[in-house]
Every structure is written in structure tokens, then in C-alpha cells.
């Protein structure tokens, strides 16, 4: 009786995760909804207001970065089901270095921008735009990369395997989130760059 008690527990307890996690990726989703309204409003002002230059290459080589992380963290996953561990952690560790790799790319990004005159605080707010979007998306990718490494972590540390396979959705889930969510920035400012 002990066990099931524990075991009903333990569903209660990953249901509100799971609850949680959608709460918050409707916020998230909420408030870019709200900077993209905001956006468009600000530029409808006048001519002047729009972005008034290119996005940098780099935005596109994040998106490949992106793209490719959701495919092996979708592996990982997978191999998780699967219980292939040693594929599951290096398949963890290569979203991670993507992940990584995606931040590294958007800072890069910010740099071009900078050397050609376009920074946070200026006249022009829908250059700011470029800065308030991915910036926030930033912050969202450090969480995510932490959520990551917590799941690694845990295989690395043999937790069972139904918080193994918990613990990978979730990740997983928030994960393709933020590439759905960075899709969805990155278009809406190529449709808005000039």
C-alpha cells in the first residue's frame, strides 16, 4: 500500500511539472505576443521607425544550430525510451554544445549590429526590438540549457528510469519550445528588416 501511495505521489508530483511547464511556456509565448503588437504598433508610427537595416548571417547559422539541436535532443529522448544511456547522454551533450553554440552565435550577432551602428539604447526603438527579442530568448536558452544539463546529470547519476524518461520529456519539451519560439522571432524580424 506504501508503494502505491508513493507511486500516486510521485504521478501527482509530475503532472503539476508538467502543468507548470505549460503555464509557463504560455507566458513566455504571452509576452512575445505582446513585443511583437508592440513591435508592429511602434512602426506603424511613420516611415522612419522601422528596423532600417539587414539581419546579420548569423541569425540564419543560430537557426541551422537550433534546428539541429531539437533533431539530437529528439534522439535523446528517444534513446532514453529506449534505454540506450550511452546514446542518451552523448546525444544530451551534443544539445547542449548546440545550445551553446546558438548562444555564442546571437552574441556574435549582437556584435555585427553594434559595429554597424545599431545598439540597444537609440533613437530608432525598432532596432531596440532586435535586442529585446533576442535578449529574451537568451535568457530562455540559459534556462533551457540548465534544464539539460540537470537531465544529463541525472543519467549520469543512474536515477531511475521513469524520472529518466520524466525528467528527458520535460526537457525535451521545453527545448523544442524554444526553437518553435526562435523560428517564430527570427521570421517575424526578416519580415520586418527594412
Not at 52 to 74: G, N
Not at 133 to 144: N, Q
Not at 170 to 180: E, K, T
Amino acid at each position: 500500500m506504501a508503494q502505491y501511495t508513493q507511486d500516486k505521489e510521485q504521478l501527482t508530483q509530475q503532472k503539476a511539472k508538467r502543468f507548470n511547464l505549460w503555464l509557463g511556456m504560455i507566458g513566455m509565448f504571452m509576452v512575445f505576443a505582446a513585443l511583437s503588437s508592440g513591435f508592429i504598433v511602434y512602426t506603424q508610427g511613420g516611415i522612419d521607425k522601422g528596423i532600417k537595416t539587414i539581419l546579420p548571417d548569423a541569425f540564419i547559422y543560430s537557426t541551422a544550430l537550433i534546428v539541429v539541436s531539437s533533431i539530437t535532443m529528439y534522439l535523446a529522448q528517444k534513446a532514453a525510451k529506449e534505454m540506450a544511456f550511452g546514446r542518451q547522454k552523448g546525444l544530451l551533450a551534443a544539445t547542449i554544445a548546440l545550445g551553446i553554440g546558438f548562444f555564442m552565435m546571437q552574441v556574435h550577432a549582437w556584435g555585427i549590429l553594434a559595429d554597424r551602428g545599431i545598439v540597444f539604447v537609440n533613437s530608432n526603438a525598432s532596432q531596440s526590438f532586435i535586442y529585446i527579442f533576442t535578449g529574451m530568448h537568451l535568457a530562455h536558452i540559459v534556462a533551457g540549457i540548465l534544464v539539460l544539463v540537470r537531465a544529463l546529470i541525472g543519467r549520469i547519476r543512474n536515477i531511475p528510469q521513469v524520472s529518466n524518461v520524466f525528467r528527458m520529456g520535460l526537457a525535451s519539451l521545453f527545448w523544442h519550445f524554444l526553437g518553435i519560439l526562435w523560428i517564430y522571432i527570427y521570421v517575424f524580424l526578416l519580415l520586418n528588416q527594412n
